[in-house]
Protein backbone atom coordinates (compact mmCIF):
# COMPACT_ATOMS: atom_id res chain seq x y z
CA UNK A 1 0.00 0.00 0.00
CA UNK A 2 1.42 3.54 -1.02
CA UNK A 3 2.00 6.02 2.08
CA UNK A 4 1.47 9.39 1.07
CA UNK A 5 2.83 11.93 2.46
CA UNK A 6 -0.07 14.56 2.90
CA UNK A 7 -3.34 12.91 3.36
CA UNK A 8 -5.35 12.06 0.10
CA UNK A 9 -8.02 14.86 -0.83
CA UNK A 10 -11.56 13.90 -1.07
CA UNK A 11 -13.00 13.13 -4.36
CA UNK A 12 -15.18 15.99 -6.13
CA UNK A 13 -18.51 14.59 -7.45
CA UNK A 14 -22.03 15.47 -8.21
CA UNK A 15 -24.67 13.71 -7.41
CA UNK A 16 -26.69 11.67 -10.00
CA UNK A 17 -30.58 12.47 -10.60
CA UNK A 18 -32.99 10.13 -8.70
CA UNK A 19 -30.18 7.96 -7.41
CA UNK A 20 -27.94 7.66 -4.42
CA UNK A 21 -25.07 7.26 -7.23
CA UNK A 22 -22.67 9.98 -7.42
CA UNK A 23 -20.42 10.97 -10.66
CA UNK A 24 -16.82 11.75 -9.99
CA UNK A 25 -15.54 15.00 -11.58
CA UNK A 26 -12.32 14.33 -13.10
CA UNK A 27 -11.66 18.04 -15.24
CA UNK A 28 -13.81 20.89 -16.08
CA UNK A 29 -13.16 22.28 -19.52
CA UNK A 30 -15.29 25.59 -20.32
CA UNK A 31 -16.24 26.79 -24.06
CA UNK A 32 -16.43 30.69 -24.59
CA UNK A 33 -19.59 31.96 -25.36
CA UNK A 34 -20.90 29.16 -28.24
CA UNK A 35 -24.17 31.72 -28.43
CA UNK A 36 -24.88 34.88 -30.64
CA UNK A 37 -24.51 38.03 -28.26
CA UNK A 38 -26.19 39.76 -31.14
CA UNK A 39 -28.43 38.93 -33.87
CA UNK A 40 -26.30 40.45 -36.60
CA UNK A 41 -23.41 38.61 -35.23
CA UNK A 42 -21.82 36.24 -38.22
CA UNK A 43 -21.44 32.62 -37.76
CA UNK A 44 -18.33 31.90 -36.49
CA UNK A 45 -15.60 30.24 -38.95
CA UNK A 46 -13.46 28.60 -35.91
CA UNK A 47 -14.22 26.62 -32.86
CA UNK A 48 -14.70 28.25 -30.22
CA UNK A 49 -11.87 29.28 -27.63
CA UNK A 50 -11.68 27.04 -23.87
CA UNK A 51 -10.51 27.48 -20.83
CA UNK A 52 -10.50 24.91 -17.59
CA UNK A 53 -11.07 24.83 -13.92
CA UNK A 54 -10.23 22.77 -11.01
CA UNK A 55 -12.08 19.78 -10.45
CA UNK A 56 -13.03 20.75 -6.87
CA UNK A 57 -14.56 24.23 -8.36
CA UNK A 58 -17.54 21.83 -8.66
CA UNK A 59 -19.97 22.52 -5.96
CA UNK A 60 -23.60 21.65 -5.98
CA UNK A 61 -26.07 24.49 -7.30
CA UNK A 62 -28.26 24.80 -4.12
CA UNK A 63 -28.35 27.08 -0.77
CA UNK A 64 -25.01 29.62 -0.71
CA UNK A 65 -23.10 31.35 -3.63
CA UNK A 66 -20.41 32.58 -1.94
CA UNK A 67 -19.19 35.78 -3.03
CA UNK A 68 -16.10 35.70 -4.09
CA UNK A 69 -12.92 38.34 -2.37
CA UNK A 70 -10.76 40.78 -4.75
CA UNK A 71 -13.43 41.82 -7.22
CA UNK A 72 -16.17 44.34 -7.79
CA UNK A 73 -17.94 42.86 -10.76
CA UNK A 74 -18.66 38.95 -9.90
CA UNK A 75 -21.14 37.60 -12.75
CA UNK A 76 -23.11 34.64 -13.57
CA UNK A 77 -23.00 32.25 -16.87
CA UNK A 78 -25.62 29.79 -17.20
CA UNK A 79 -24.59 26.86 -18.91
CA UNK A 80 -25.83 23.35 -20.22
CA UNK A 81 -22.90 20.96 -18.69
CA UNK A 82 -22.14 17.49 -20.41
CA UNK A 83 -20.76 14.60 -18.05
CA UNK A 84 -17.98 12.45 -20.00
CA UNK A 85 -18.90 8.41 -19.59
CA UNK A 86 -15.95 7.40 -21.83
CA UNK A 87 -12.57 9.06 -23.32
CA UNK A 88 -10.82 9.08 -26.02
CA UNK A 89 -8.64 10.93 -28.51
CA UNK A 90 -9.70 12.27 -31.63
CA UNK A 91 -13.31 11.16 -31.22
CA UNK A 92 -15.45 11.21 -34.52
CA UNK A 93 -18.39 13.66 -33.92
CA UNK A 94 -20.88 11.35 -35.08
CA UNK A 95 -19.83 9.07 -32.24
CA UNK A 96 -20.17 11.38 -29.39
CA UNK A 97 -23.37 11.30 -28.10
CA UNK A 98 -24.00 7.38 -28.29
CA UNK A 99 -20.28 6.11 -26.46
CA UNK A 100 -18.98 8.85 -24.82
CA UNK A 101 -21.65 11.01 -23.19
CA UNK A 102 -22.91 9.93 -19.73
CA UNK A 103 -25.21 12.59 -19.00
CA UNK A 104 -26.16 16.39 -18.62
CA UNK A 105 -26.85 19.05 -15.95
CA UNK A 106 -27.05 23.07 -15.38
CA UNK A 107 -24.05 24.87 -14.82
CA UNK A 108 -22.90 28.57 -13.64
CA UNK A 109 -19.57 29.48 -15.38
CA UNK A 110 -18.96 32.01 -12.28
CA UNK A 111 -16.70 34.46 -13.71
CA UNK A 112 -14.42 37.82 -11.92
CA UNK A 113 -15.31 39.85 -14.75
CA UNK A 114 -13.01 42.76 -13.79
CA UNK A 115 -9.93 40.22 -13.16
CA UNK A 116 -10.57 38.63 -16.82
CA UNK A 117 -11.34 42.32 -18.32
CA UNK A 118 -7.66 43.26 -16.87
CA UNK A 119 -6.32 40.06 -17.48
CA UNK A 120 -6.99 40.80 -21.26
CA UNK A 121 -5.64 44.16 -21.08
CA UNK A 122 -2.13 42.76 -20.30
CA UNK A 123 -2.19 39.38 -22.06
CA UNK A 124 -2.49 37.36 -18.41
CA UNK A 125 -4.08 33.83 -17.61
CA UNK A 126 -7.52 33.82 -16.94
CA UNK A 127 -6.93 31.66 -13.74
CA UNK A 128 -7.88 34.52 -11.51
CA UNK A 129 -11.33 35.42 -12.99
CA UNK A 130 -12.46 32.08 -13.90
CA UNK A 131 -10.53 28.83 -11.50
CA UNK A 132 -11.51 30.69 -8.18
CA UNK A 133 -12.93 28.49 -5.19
CA UNK A 134 -16.64 27.42 -6.10
CA UNK A 135 -16.48 28.84 -9.36
CA UNK A 136 -18.88 25.92 -10.77
CA UNK A 137 -22.22 25.08 -9.13
CA UNK A 138 -24.06 22.35 -10.85
CA UNK A 139 -27.38 20.74 -10.51
CA UNK A 140 -27.45 16.94 -10.26
CA UNK A 141 -26.41 15.01 -13.46
CA UNK A 142 -29.10 13.39 -15.16
CA UNK A 143 -28.51 10.19 -17.45
CA UNK A 144 -28.30 10.17 -20.83
CA UNK A 145 -29.96 6.99 -20.72
CA UNK A 146 -32.88 9.28 -18.91
CA UNK A 147 -33.22 12.24 -21.02
CA UNK A 148 -31.80 11.40 -24.03
CA UNK A 149 -29.57 13.81 -25.74
CA UNK A 150 -30.67 17.69 -25.67
CA UNK A 151 -31.20 19.66 -29.16
CA UNK A 152 -34.07 21.63 -27.94
CA UNK A 153 -34.44 23.40 -24.93
CA UNK A 154 -34.80 26.46 -22.70
CA UNK A 155 -31.61 27.51 -20.53
CA UNK A 156 -32.25 30.48 -18.57
CA UNK A 157 -31.08 32.15 -15.43
CA UNK A 158 -33.04 34.98 -13.46
CA UNK A 159 -32.17 37.39 -10.50
CA UNK A 160 -34.54 37.92 -7.84
CA UNK A 161 -37.27 36.90 -10.06
CA UNK A 162 -36.26 39.00 -12.96
CA UNK A 163 -34.94 37.66 -16.34
CA UNK A 164 -30.95 37.75 -17.35
CA UNK A 165 -30.36 35.39 -19.60
CA UNK A 166 -32.65 33.00 -21.71
CA UNK A 167 -32.18 31.03 -25.11
CA UNK A 168 -32.60 27.43 -26.71
CA UNK A 169 -30.06 25.41 -26.11
CA UNK A 170 -30.78 24.77 -30.32
CA UNK A 171 -28.95 28.16 -30.42
CA UNK A 172 -25.51 26.53 -29.55
CA UNK A 173 -23.26 28.03 -32.38
CA UNK A 174 -21.01 24.65 -32.31
CA UNK A 175 -23.60 21.64 -30.83
CA UNK A 176 -22.38 19.13 -28.02
CA UNK A 177 -20.63 16.93 -29.92
CA UNK A 178 -18.53 19.42 -32.06
CA UNK A 179 -17.35 20.78 -29.00
CA UNK A 180 -16.33 17.10 -27.52
CA UNK A 181 -14.82 16.19 -30.68
CA UNK A 182 -12.70 19.48 -31.04
CA UNK A 183 -11.29 18.77 -27.09
CA UNK A 184 -10.74 15.13 -27.68
CA UNK A 185 -8.12 16.40 -30.29
CA UNK A 186 -5.91 18.51 -28.09
CA UNK A 187 -6.44 16.39 -24.94
CA UNK A 188 -7.18 12.76 -24.26
CA UNK A 189 -10.74 13.13 -22.90
CA UNK A 190 -11.06 10.78 -19.80
CA UNK A 191 -14.71 9.60 -17.86
CA UNK A 192 -14.79 11.74 -15.72
CA UNK A 193 -14.18 14.89 -17.10
CA UNK A 194 -17.49 17.81 -18.07
CA UNK A 195 -17.84 20.07 -20.29
CA UNK A 196 -19.45 23.50 -20.05
CA UNK A 197 -20.86 24.37 -23.70
CA UNK A 198 -20.81 28.07 -23.17
CA UNK A 199 -23.26 30.86 -22.47
CA UNK A 200 -26.49 32.49 -23.73
CA UNK A 201 -26.19 36.96 -24.11
CA UNK A 202 -27.41 38.46 -20.77
CA UNK A 203 -24.21 37.79 -18.23
CA UNK A 204 -24.39 40.45 -15.43
CA UNK A 205 -23.06 41.13 -12.07
CA UNK A 206 -24.57 39.66 -8.80
CA UNK A 207 -24.94 41.29 -5.78
CA UNK A 208 -25.16 39.78 -2.12
CA UNK A 209 -28.66 39.12 -1.02
CA UNK A 210 -29.39 38.45 -4.77
CA UNK A 211 -31.28 35.36 -5.55
CA UNK A 212 -29.98 33.75 -8.33
CA UNK A 213 -32.35 30.69 -10.35
CA UNK A 214 -31.56 29.20 -13.29
CA UNK A 215 -32.21 25.92 -15.32
CA UNK A 216 -31.97 23.97 -18.30
CA UNK A 217 -35.36 22.71 -19.96
CA UNK A 218 -35.36 18.91 -19.22
CA UNK A 219 -32.49 18.29 -17.44
CA UNK A 220 -32.26 20.66 -13.80
CA UNK A 221 -32.69 23.70 -12.38
CA UNK A 222 -31.40 25.33 -9.34
CA UNK A 223 -31.71 28.36 -7.23
CA UNK A 224 -29.23 30.19 -4.94
CA UNK A 225 -28.38 33.32 -2.76
CA UNK A 226 -25.47 34.84 -3.01
CA UNK A 227 -23.60 35.68 0.02
CA UNK A 228 -22.05 38.09 2.03
CA UNK A 229 -18.54 38.90 0.13
CA UNK A 230 -15.31 38.56 2.47
CA UNK A 231 -12.34 41.15 2.48
CA UNK A 232 -9.35 41.08 0.95
CA UNK A 233 -6.89 43.01 -0.59
CA UNK A 234 -7.59 43.18 -4.34
CA UNK A 235 -5.30 41.01 -6.29
CA UNK A 236 -3.87 42.22 -9.44
CA UNK A 237 -2.61 41.17 -12.97
CA UNK A 238 -0.34 43.92 -13.99
CA UNK A 239 2.86 43.82 -14.98
CA UNK A 240 4.92 45.57 -12.65
CA UNK A 241 7.24 48.80 -13.65
Known sequence: ??????????PTALAVAGSASRFPVGRVFCIGRNYRWDANEPAPRELPAWFMKPANA??????????????RDFC????????????GRDIDPARVEAHHI??????????????QQQAKRVGGP????????????????????DCGHPRTGAIWLSVNGIDRQRADVADLLWPVNELVA???????LAPGDLV????????GSLQPGDVVSGGVSGIGAFSMTV???ATRQQPSLETSS
Open 196 to 203: FTGTPVGV
Open 76 to 87: HEIELVVAIGRG
Open 227 to 229: GIP
Open 102 to 115: WGYAAGLDLTLRDL
Open 1 to 10: MTDFVIPVPA
Open 182 to 188: MLSRSVA
Open 58 to 71: VVPAHGALAYPPGT
Open 126 to 145: WEPAKAFDRSAPCSPIVPAA
